[in-house]
């Protein structure tokens, strides 16, 4: 299902005089249905992104499926932005779920093979990871919830959701010791099909891990090939 690079760019056919839009599968759909201040900048400027806009969004360029995610289980609780997730989505065609998922030695999360278990019932198609831009550096500059990529604090997690054969998206590379993580992830899990949002400073980087693993992909939406 998953391809070395994951594009949500929108396609045409020239050949078609009317512009008919090819079908696409979007893997990186943003929900947003209540509007949530910005926690990065604690702006009180609020925006929602909610089921019906990103509809119309669809259509216009041709998008019939989309896998989504709220933000909103970042910047607040990862339970209440996944349930948001599901009860804004349920009854509506072409969107599937994706959950933001935190280790799950806290309470909140529960064991992961109960949780897991959930996704499997409720249809959940994939895992997102957001330990947090900022998170090795000096100081905490990342949301509040922020935790390491590295196997003492993930392994059980990650090994569940191998054996399951979910594949996982995981934003937020902003350092070297965040990339170092990935690749002994990658070598520890390599049956765990592993999306990253490489950012376009860090191109070099992604190039070199998907070289080196056979299980990485890389959203291309965040990746440009500018200084060559």
């Known amino acids: 299902m998953w391809a070395k690079t994951i594009n949500i760019t929108c ?31 604690l702006s009180q400027e609020a925006k929602s992104r909610t089921v019906e806009m990103v509809e119309k969004e669809m259509r216009t360029v041709g998008i019939t499926r989309a896998l989504v995610r709220n933000p909103r289980a970042v910047s607040l609780l990862h339970t209440l932005g996944n349930r948001e997730l599901l ?50 550096g000096p100081k905490l500059s990342g949301h509040g919830m922020a935790y390491t990529l590295d196997e003492w604090c993930l392994s059980g997690l990650l090994s569940a959701l191998e054996d399951q054969g979910f594949p996982v998206f995981i934003e937020g590379f902003e350092s070297w010791e965040h990339w170092n993580a990935l690749d002994k992830v990658c070598e520890k899990h390599p049956n765990l099909p592993i999306i990253i949002t490489a950012t376009n400073k860090m191109g070099r980087v992604a190039y070199s891990m998907l070289k080196k693993h056979r299980n990485i992909h890389v959203l291309t939406v965040g990746i440009n090939d500018h200084l060559g």
């Open 87 to 136: 009860e804004h989505i349920s009854g509506k065609s072409g969107f599937y779920a994706s959950w933001y998922l935190v280790p799950t030695l806290p309470p909140e999360m529960g064991a992961a093979s109960e949780l897991l278990d959930e996704m499997k019932k409720k249809n959940v198609k994939a895992a997102w990871l957001s330990p947090g831009p900022g998170f090795f």
């Open 11 to 41: 396609l045409y056919n020239s050949s078609v005089n009317n512009m008919n839009p090819i079908k696409l599968f979007d893997s990186n759909g943003l929900i947003i249905p209540t509007p949530t201040p910005n926690y990065r900048t």
